[in-house]
């Protein structure tokens, strides 16, 4: 198809196939086709390139197609492509880019919410455990007013710190992601 097309955006004539079948059953198909000549002062030259043995007569005319671009490409010192191939390979290495970065996203988000709810039960069992102390120190009668008081607000300060380094890594992920889109 590719053949046809490129012949005609030549403005060449269009190319015709003929195939045979060896007694194997493989198919053998010969491409005939028209090329500007290199002599001057001829108009087109007629040029017939056969492809390889194949299983069917589509494939086997794709592959003598394949072998009249190659000559053209060798003759005319160009290099031909199909555009559409080019952009759809390009798109679909985009798509898989953009499918694996995603992935890789979700699994840290996935990451991040664990730590987050891990920080938040930590969080949680430490104020439960504070309460706790203190109550358990006053009916006991142990220690001062103050020492109660300065045990609590260590063990606050050292929430607020672990709260603090959850906040940070939320805010880096957020502006990252604010970043990305």
Aim: hydrophobic share 35%.
């Amino acid at each position: 198809m590719m053949f046809g097309v490129m012949l005609d955006d030549l403005g060449l004539p269009n190319a015709r196939y003929s195939s045979y079948v060896h007694e194997d059953g493989e198919v053998l198909a010969i491409v005939t086709f028209y090329s500007p000549s290199r002599s001057p002062g001829k108009g087109l030259e007629q040029f017939k390139v056969g492809g390889s043995l194949a299983a069917s007569t589509e494939m086997a005319e794709d592959s003598a197609a394949r072998e009249g671009i190659r000559h053209i490409e060798s003759s005319e010192d160009v290099r031909i492509e199909d555009l559409h191939y080019t952009a759809l390979t390009w798109v679909t290495k985009s798509y898989k880019k953009l499918l694996w970065k995603s992935m890789k996203e979700r699994k840290e988000r996935k990451n991040f919410e664990k730590q987050l709810s891990a920080a938040v039960k930590r969080m949680a069992g430490s104020s439960q455990n504070i309460v706790s102390l203190i109550c358990d120190s006053r009916s006991l009668g142990q220690g001062s007013e103050a020492d109660y008081r300065n045990e609590a607000l260590t063990r606050i300060e050292g929430m607020a710190n672990e709260l603090s380094q959850v906040a940070k890594v939320v805010a880096r992920n957020l502006k990252r992601r604010r970043n990305l889109q």
